[in-house]
């Protein structure tokens, strides 16, 4: 398979597998949307935000 997983165009070298920033965005919101309706924990407010997770692009 190749080409950007959102919409299917060849992808950017910078950005691979993505084709835009834009596409990029989107499946990273995707995956946080993902996340947050996992249930099973409510209090994870109490917990400590790690950094393993730093956009490289900063
Ligand atoms: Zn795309």
């Given at each position: 398979m190749s080409g950007c997983p959102i919409c299917g165009k060849p992808m950017d070298p910078v950005l691979r597998p993505f084709c835009s920033k834009r596409c990029a965005d989107v499946d990273l919101q995707r995956w946080f949307s993902g996340r947050y309706v996992?249930?099973?924990?409510?209090?994870?407010?109490g917990e400590e935000r790690q950094n393993s997770e730093q956009d490289p692009e900063d």
């Open positions: 996992i249930p099973g924990s409510p209090d994870e407010e």
